[in-house]
């Protein structure tokens, strides 16, 4: 073949292939922008910045049809006018005219990894960041549209919502008659029949007859929410209006608490993990070392706050119990708060460990004294609260960054129906909280070094969340596989859809345009639904992953025997 003709053809090949990506790329654009746009609302510079940073993606993803209909139109023009019949009355083989056609093939396939490696999961990224760059308008929109808005345990209803100016950093919205709930899900009852409550919050099995129970609820007429981003965590607080505060306990009281805030609490941020997000480098040190994964860190996380919680509950229990002592000591550097009581019925409950005597006596109570400390001296009584029932919760305290200081918690102990004996008359009060920041015992440290792997064969966690600490770990890396795979399978495609297109062209012998979209679109397309399906297939089923990842490259298997037997065909004639 000569050089003339060489390039005769791979000029044209380039001049449609360029035209075709830079159309396709711009339609695939607008179209990708339709979600984002009526689900979450979007600014006018937001979608110009959108628009931008879906430009790779698309480009990339037009890149196998763009080579298919370049080729398929090149070269049917070329069988249309003869010049097919011509080259190889010159003793131009077939396959020889196709050495162009390979060279892009080749460009194409080399581009198409690059990108799908480095440069589109960047962008991608980049787009997701833009959606949430306004938690504030988001929140607002999905008042609007569905009244409810959920981010971890924390769920806000409103009637409806308007944004605000920015107050310093933080994005302000307005909810009108808005109830907030916090929740735990609902285990398997207890010994005594009732409901037994785990804090914390499922991916899989919540879609599976698990029941979401409100721990907490504020009500209030109009709320006031500040929202500010820490690195990609999102924080939100709210001044309430006339508000008021539900503290439910399952199979307890209901008593209404005035309050004038709620928060501040971290929900987590906006911008999921994502296979998608992550370049090629990220991906194998992620398959390397699927502990670092967020999502995973974040449920191993809250098993070592529930084994912590269960491990002290079980401590305080114990010595509540005990004959010679009946009584637990919460010892702060100023102060100790002291639980004491006789003959004392101790549960479990949501988190919470709910005390109360076992008489239903009226001079029965549970007795909550607080003693400051002096130095070298005993402690020195301040106050006595004694209440028919006191619930107990505990919060580790993370330490700032960098920090050497000892690992903390705060303890809150609530009591109900409560008389506070302190230097005045007693007083009695519906709920009496008391709040003590402690350091964390030695044995609570040990289980902060956990991992994924301990509680993935650990007794420590419930079957049930073991199975779905497996469930997503197996889903991970079904996930990072899947990706990897589909990337490489889609720049591969690029070079194989190339064969197609010369043998399809020259067989088909029009140089119609219509035609030619016709006849290329739909092997492209064969490859690209078997990867989608396939992708799906390993995250979504990942005990199926061996099939996921054979569909993945059966498109490319089917198009290239079509390639190997057109082109065989056509050598033979």
Request: net charge neutral; hydrophobic share 40%; aromatic share 6%.
């Amino acid at each position: 073949m000569s050089k003339t003709l060489f390039w005769y053809l791979l000029k044209d090949l380039l001049r449609i292939f360029l035209m075709t990506s830079g159309t396709l790329a711009g339609i695939m654009s607008f179209g990708a922008l339709l979600k984002p746009l009526t689900q979450h609302g979007l600014g006018l510079g937001q979608v110009g910045q959108i628009l931008s940073y879906f430009s790779p993606a698309m480009t990339t993803y037009s890149l196998p049809i763009a080579a298919l209909f370049a080729t398929t139109i090149v070269y049917g023009r070329l069988s249309a006018d003869n010049e097919l019949t011509a080259c190889r009355a010159s003793g131009i083989s077939s396959l020889a005219m196709t050495w162009p056609a390979i060279l892009l093939g080749l460009i194409v396939a080399l581009v198409s990894l690059l990108f799908l490696s480095f440069i589109v999961p960047v962008f991608t990224l980049k787009v997701e960041k833009v959606i949430y760059s306004n938690i504030a308008q988001l929140i607002a929109n999905k008042i609007t549209r569905t009244h409810e808005i959920s981010y971890g345990r924390t769920s806000i209803f409103a009637q409806s919502a308007e944004v605000r100016p920015s107050v310093g950093d933080k994005q302000v919205v307005d909810l009108y008659s808005p109830m907030i709930f916090t929740y735990a899900t609902v285990d398997a009852p207890d010994a005594d029949g009732a409901p037994a409550v785990k804090s914390g919050n499922t991916d899989r099995n919540d879609k599976q007859n698990k029941m979401r129970v409100p721990s907490k609820i504020w009500i209030a007429k109009r709320a006031t929410a500040y929202i500010s981003q820490e690195g990609e965590t999102v924080r939100l607080e709210a001044v309430l209006e006339d508000g008021s505060d539900f503290p439910r306990g399952v199979g307890g009281s209901q008593l209404s608490v005035q309050q004038s805030q709620f928060g501040p609490v971290d929900m987590g941020t906006p911008i999921r993990e994502n296979t998608k997000f992550m370049d090629i480098t990220e991906l194998k040190r992620m398959l390397g070392n699927p502990e670092s994964s967020r999502r995973l860190q974040a449920t191993v996380q809250q098993f070592i706050r529930d084994e912590q919680r269960e491990a002290y509950f079980a401590t305080i229990t114990k010595s509540l119990k005990d004959p010679a002592l009946r009584s637990f000591r919460f010892d702060a550097e100023t102060e100790t708060l002291i639980v004491s009581g006789s003959d004392l019925e101790i549960r479990t409950r949501g988190g919470e460990l709910v005390i109360n005597p076992r008489t239903a006596q009226d001079i029965a109570r549970v007795r909550v004294d607080r003693e400051s400390k002096t130095d070298g001296g005993p402690g020195e009584l301040v106050s006595s609260d004694k209440a028919k029932q006191i619930r107990i919760t505990l919060d580790p305290v993370d330490p700032a960054p960098g920090s050497t200081a000892p690992r903390r918690m705060d303890v809150h102990v609530r009591g109900y129906d409560v008389i506070v004996e302190a230097d005045e008359d007693p007083a009695a009060h519906e709920t009496f909280p008391r709040s003590i920041n402690i350091k964390m015992p030695e044995d609570l440290l040990v289980i902060e070094k956990n991992d994924v792997r301990h509680y993935l064969t650990s007794k420590a966690a419930s079957r049930r969340d073991q199975d779905d600490l497996k469930y997503n770990y197996n889903k991970l890396l079904a996930s990072i596989q899947s990706e990897m795979h589909s990337r490489a399978s889609f720049a591969i495609s690029c070079f194989i859809l190339v064969m197609v297109g010369c043998a399809l062209g020259m067989i088909s012998k029009s140089g119609n345009f219509l035609s030619a979209f016709a006849v290329s679109v739909v092997p492209a397309l064969l490859c690209i639904a078997l990867i989608v399906t396939g992708q799906h297939v390993c995250e979504n089923t990942p005990k199926s992953m061996g099939m996921g990842l054979s569909l993945i490259w059966s498109g490319n298997v089917i198009v290239l025997i079509m390639a190997t037997v057109l082109l065989g065909k056509l050598q033979r004639q």
